[in-house]
């Protein structure tokens, strides 16, 4: 059902819910919340965590406009256990009247320290007779959903509560009754959107029955996909002896026997008309770069093409270097991004079409249309977390002919095999389950804040011996990002102005960020602000520190991964944690674990154990993960009820199969279509 179906959506609310990828109502009725607030209940002011939107019932002692650097109406106020100052900047002079002194409101709103004690700027209102007459508060959750600038949350609820009345229509049971769920999809729907306070059993079964049906989907679409792939075959490309005799002798390093076995796993795919479809999982830093490479190899040598994606332009343009150097003589690597200029674009594009790019290397511009091969044989997927299954898809279909691409994807992201199995049911796995040799693990250390300008004074110490060093700020907004890495790169370049000091973030024109990246690599800059854009994959072997500031915001897969950046070489790597104090537990916890764990498997457990089913609904998970419900590791207990649903519906019910995969993939899904 198409969102201008529902009441009072017009064009620029159907731009903004496009912007969060809904495009039908159905999109928007699995738009779930990102969070709840329990507003049902009345607290004392004194046991309000500050910085916690809370619903407290207090009476006003004094009103009066505060004349500061921004008038306001500042109203004084207190129950029982506490004062606390409700503040107005919007606000009209008759206002003041409303708020007499003895008047008792009841607000919702978020209460800070302030300069001058507790103060919540304008939180919602109402006037009350008193103590004994109170408003109905329900009985229910309020939803927080993840939303787009202009789109209040106010509004989106709206919106949801008029879908939510067509929901037993849009939501038809697909699963076949002899493995469905007691719960019906549409309840469950409901019950997410609205779950009653208290009720967290009711709430994690309504989740669960979701997690089934999109994990039933993600099955069908991959077993449906597998079937057609057996239809299709790929380019045979026979090893040649002396084109990897050349890559061998190009490489400064030996390969070690982990990426030798999965170079061999690789090549044996290669050689048959079997299109490959194979994940090579291996630790951040085990050098999956070079095993890409040597599948390249053998494929360009045989006379295709090699098309390799990256989930940001940095670390195109860093595949397209190292594979320059690799290749040199032998392939021409041509690199397509985003922030190109038109004609190096076009004469890219020329190349590709035309088979003189060997090897091209590039974002998520490769899937555009505009872009064809001459005869793509291999396509190489870097960091797969990052990518939805459609669009793994959508490039494989590029070959330029009716031949399929050989596929290889790579990623650092432990996958347990039996959920790799079941939701990539069509994939080879090889795990590159060994560090090169010389490694020494990044020594990690978590520090308060306060330590700050000591952590400065070492970075001066060793900068001036020579060593590199990665500076993080993680914030939770692209622009809070800018600000934060902008205000500390400042403030590194005036605390040590004998170091060059770099700056890198997602606000940046990508001509910028590659000249940084350039200076940072070349060693003309000591040391790199960056936000999170680095997370995966940057490799700079000289950078030997790296420093995250408020690392307790951070996953723990997201931690390894930023250290990962370091510890690239021989030379002995530091790893600094700077945390805000006071810390939850969890967090403790995070970063103990770090501290004392090197390896992204054991880490991946701890996260597990860590991440109760109660935080589950509050995390947003970073990155393009596009699972609604399902959460990859921790949802394995549903798996193999998904298997046996999946066949049971293939069977039983395979006219169900179509909408099914496009209620819960949309158009992600290229092969939704039948
Ligand atoms: P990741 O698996 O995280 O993508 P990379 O491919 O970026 O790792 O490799 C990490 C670093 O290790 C790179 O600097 C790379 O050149 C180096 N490297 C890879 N393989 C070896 C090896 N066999 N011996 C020594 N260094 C290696
Ligand atoms: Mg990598």
Known sequence: MKLAALPGVGPRTLEQLARLGLETVEDLLLHVPSRYEDRTRILPVADVESGQGARFLVRVRDCRVQFGQRRSLRIDAADESGEVTLRLFHFRQEQQAQWSPGTWVLCWGIIREGRWGRECVHPQMVRVPGPEQLPDLGSRLTPVYPTTSGLTQPRLLKLQQAALTRVHDLFPELVPAEVRPDLSVADAIVTVHSPQVDADETLQLARDRLAFEELLAQRLAVLRGRLRAREDSGYPCEPDPQAEQALLQALPFELTTAQQRVISEIRENLRSTEPMLRLVQGDVGCGKTVVAAAAANQVVAAGYQVAIMAPTEILARQHALALRAWFEGRAEVHLLAGGQKAAERKSTLKAVAEGAAGIVVGTQALFQSGVDFDRLGLVIVDEQHRFGVGQRLALRDKSGSDVIAHQLVMTATPIPRTLAQTLYADLA???????????????????????????????????????????????????????????????????????????????????????????????????????????????????????????????????????????????????????????????????????????????????????GAGELLGTAQSGGHRMRFAEALLDTRLLPQVVSAAEITLRNAPQHVSVLVRRWLGGRANYADV
């Open 429 to 611: 796995i090889s795990r590159i389950d060994a560090l090169p040799p010389g490694r020494s693990p990044v020594q990690t250390v978590a520090m308060s804040q306060h330590k700050r300008p000591a952590v400065i004074d070492r970075l001066r110490e060793v900068c001036a011996q020579g060593q590199q060093a990665f500076w993080v700020c993680p914030a939770l907004s692209e622009s809070e990002h800018a600000t934060a890495a902008e205000e500390i790169a400042e403030m590194l370049s005036e605390s040590l102005p004998e170091l060059g000091v770099g700056l890198v973030h997602g606000q940046m024109k990508s001509a910028e960020k590659i000249a940084v990246m350039e200076d940072f690599r070349a060693g003309r800059t000591s040391i790199l602000v960056a936000t999170t854009v680095i997370e995966v994959g940057v490799d700079v072997p000289g950078a030997t520190i790296i420093i995250i500031d408020e690392a307790e915001r951070l996953g723990l897969a997201q931690l390894h991964q930023l250290r990962g950046r370091v510890g690239r070489g021989d030379q002995q790597s530091f790893c600094v944690l700077l945390y805000k104090p006071p810390m939850r537990d969890t967090a403790q916890a995070r970063l103990r674990a770090l501290c004392t764990t090197h390896d992204g498997f054991a880490l991946a457990e701890t996260d597990l154990e860590l991440r």
